[in-house]
């Protein structure tokens, strides 16, 4: 007998909480390096482009790949016992990050990094949804995803507090460390906490799968299957994946360069950085994402089943000109330019995650969110660092001139953005119809 459609509970949001908290230290974990370009590059007689490796191809390499199997596995196992696993291992090689003494040692422990974080946001997405009903689904991906800019927020305010710490004479933490580099405390002290969390996460209960749908289900897809229906919704897919992949690039591209720029063309301190961009990241990045969500869910309440692109189409015209008028500003104006920019580059995400479980059959949920997470990763993460070094050290090769590469690639990737989503919009409401429609004996026959 099917079993009645639930509500989202008190549990459901509790769950939330506890998983955003992972993302939170997640992206702690991650987005640390930015801080540390200048004393990372001095010390390791490294390149901008060589630093960039570590940002994004390092990370990103694994983090794409692996999240494609473990997507797969999260629709077949108990998704809080993978969640688990991967924060204890992200958090020891975070830690181990802090141990490295060259280039190489750095690059394979942010490997291990992308390993253990590959783990995360697939399962996650996939037990949210079968917390909360279509209708919010939305506004609880968009609470999820506020560590993204949480943790990035943190990561920048955490690295420039600790790192003054460490570096003044009258430290404690020195003498206790030895003649270890200031950036290699920071990633040892921002690594260990989250085993504590790995055990939290553990306490979890697995949701059962499909319940919110009204038909709960064990059904274990064959990977031909999910091929199939993707491959038939191909445009839909391509585009809403293609689309927030320019985007995260944009993104990518200033988390892990505009604290250089404003380092190096503007005079600012690290600690300035930390406390101001990452401040503002940690305030107006989640009103963004929160603001995006609840838009989303409000369209589709309204009858739009293509909803979640339009915020994204809404978040692209906002980010290309607050970025524009963030990135020319004086600097006296740059504070409060900023502003905008950290909220319209969040804008869509609300929105981004919860618009592949929408068009995704329960089953394979986890596959798609993972291939999602593939492209997004693989493009935003490792392109978006990658071109703004590429363009700084070799079309405009002055160090100084960071600013005009970040411009450059801000403006190339919210027009593909924009063209994506453009493309994909009936297609995708055709999608959203058919996973509604989708029944696993029409599947399997």
Same mark, same amino acid.
């Not at 300035?272 to 401040?279: A, E, N, P, R």
């Not at 500003?329 to 969040?346: G, H, K, N, R």
């Given at each position: 007998?099917?079993?009645?459609?639930?509500?989202?509970?008190?549990?459901?949001?509790?769950?939330?909480?506890?998983?955003?908290?992972?993302?939170?230290?997640?992206?702690?974990?991650?987005?640390?390096?930015?801080?540390?370009?200048?004393?990372?590059?001095?010390?390791?007689?490294?390149?901008?482009?060589?630093?960039?490796?570590?940002?994004?191809?390092?990370?990103?390499?694994?983090?794409?790949?692996? /999240?494609?199997?473990?997507?797969?596995?999260?629709?077949?196992?108990?998704?809080?016992?993978?969640?688990?696993?991967?924060?204890?291992?992200?958090?020891?090689? #975070?830690?181990?990050?802090?141990?490295?003494?060259?280039?190489?040692?750095?690059? =394979?422990?942010?490997? /291990?990094?992308?390993?253990?974080?590959?783990?995360?946001?697939?399962?996650?997405?996939?037990?949210? &949804?079968?917390?909360?009903?279509?209708?919010?689904?939305?506004?609880?991906?968009?609470?999820?995803?506020?560590?993204?800019?949480?943790?990035?927020?943190?990561?920048?305010?955490?690295?420039?507090?600790?790192?003054?710490?460490?570096?003044?004479?009258?430290?404690?933490?020195?003498?206790?460390?030895?003649?270890?580099?200031?950036?290699?405390?920071?990633?040892?002290?921002?690594?260990?906490?989250?085993?504590?969390?790995?055990?939290?996460?553990? #306490?979890?209960?697995?949701?059962?799968?499909?319940?919110?749908?009204?038909?709960?289900?064990?059904?274990?897809?064959?990977?031909?299957?999910?091929?199939?229906?993707?491959?038939?919704?191909?445009?839909?897919?391509?585009?809403?994946?293609?689309?927030?992949?320019?985007?995260?690039?944009?993104?990518?591209? *200033?988390?892990?360069?505009?604290?250089?720029?404003?380092?190096? &063309?503007?005079? *600012?301190?690290?600690?300035?950085?930390?406390?101001?961009?990452?401040?503002? #990241?940690?305030?107006?990045?989640? =009103?963004?994402?929160?603001?995006?969500?609840?838009?989303?869910?409000?369209?589709?309440?309204?009858?739009?089943?293509?909803?979640?692109?339009?915020?994204?189409?809404?978040?692209?015209?906002?980010?290309?000109? &607050?970025?524009?008028?963030?990135?020319?500003?004086?600097?006296? *104006?740059?504070?409060?330019?900023?502003?905008?920019?950290?909220?319209?580059?969040?804008?869509?995400?609300?929105?981004?995650?919860?618009?592949?479980?929408?068009?995704?059959?329960?089953?394979?949920?986890?596959?798609?969110?993972?291939?999602?997470?593939?492209?997004?990763?693989?493009?935003?993460? #490792?392109?978006?660092?990658?071109?703004?070094?590429?363009?700084?050290?070799?079309?405009?090769?002055?160090?100084?001139?960071?600013?005009?590469?970040?411009?450059?690639?801000?403006?190339?990737?919210?027009?593909?953005?924009?063209?994506?989503?453009?493309?994909?919009?009936?297609?995708?409401?055709?999608?959203?119809?058919?996973?509604?429609?989708?029944?696993?004996?029409?599947?399997?026959?």
């Amino acid at each position: 007998m099917t079993p009645p459609t639930p509500r989202a509970s008190w549990y459901g949001w509790y769950v939330v909480a506890v998983l955003m908290l992972a993302y939170v230290c997640s992206f702690v974990d991650r987005q640390i390096l930015a801080l540390m370009v200048v004393p990372i590059r001095r010390d390791l007689g490294i390149s901008d482009t060589q630093m960039s490796l570590l940002m994004g191809l390092s990370f990103a390499l694994f983090y794409s790949f692996l /999240g494609l199997p473990i997507g797969r596995l999260a629709d077949r196992a108990s998704r809080r016992t993978i969640i688990s696993w991967g924060i204890a291992i992200w958090s020891l090689m #975070t830690a181990f990050c802090g141990l490295a003494r060259n280039y190489g040692q750095l690059f =394979l422990a942010r490997m /291990g990094v992308g390993v253990g974080e590959a783990a995360l946001s697939p399962p996650a997405y996939s037990m949210i &949804a079968d917390y909360f009903p279509r209708e919010r689904l939305g506004t609880a991906i968009g609470v999820y995803s506020l560590g993204i800019y949480l943790g990035s927020g943190l990561a920048m305010m955490l690295g420039g507090w600790i790192t003054g710490r460490v570096s003044g004479t009258e430290s404690w933490m020195v003498p206790l460390l030895g003649a270890m580099r200031p950036w290699q405390v920071v990633f040892l002290i921002i690594g260990i906490p989250g085993l504590l969390l790995a055990l939290w996460t553990a #306490t979890l209960r697995e949701p059962v799968r499909g319940a919110m749908g009204g038909r709960a289900t064990t059904v274990a897809l064959p990977f031909k299957e999910v091929l199939r229906y993707i491959k038939s919704h191909r445009v839909a897919f391509l585009g809403h994946n293609l689309g927030f992949a320019f985007i995260a690039l944009v993104n990518y591209a *200033w988390a892990y360069w505009v604290p250089t720029w404003l380092q190096r &063309a503007h005079a *600012w301190t690290p600690q300035q950085v930390g406390l101001t961009y990452g401040l503002w #990241t940690a305030t107006f990045g989640v =009103l963004g994402v929160v603001t995006g969500g609840w838009l989303g869910d409000r369209l589709a309440r309204a009858g739009h089943p293509d909803a979640k692109l339009r915020v994204g189409l809404i978040g692209i015209a906002g980010e290309l000109v &607050a970025g524009l008028l963030f990135l020319l500003a004086p600097t006296e *104006w740059m504070t409060v330019a900023l502003i905008p920019s950290t909220f319209f580059a969040s804008f869509g995400f609300g929105a981004a995650a919860a618009a592949i479980q929408e068009i995704s059959p329960v089953p394979m949920r986890a596959q798609t969110s993972a291939l999602y997470l593939f492209v997004i990763n693989l493009i935003g993460q #490792t392109l978006g660092p990658f071109f703004v070094a590429g363009l700084t050290d070799y079309v405009f090769k002055d160090d100084l001139r960071i600013g005009d590469s970040i411009l450059v690639v801000t403006i190339s990737g919210l027009i593909l953005a924009a063209v994506s989503f453009r493309v994909a919009l009936a297609p995708f409401r055709r999608a959203a119809a058919a996973s509604q429609a989708w029944q696993p004996e029409a599947a399997s026959g």
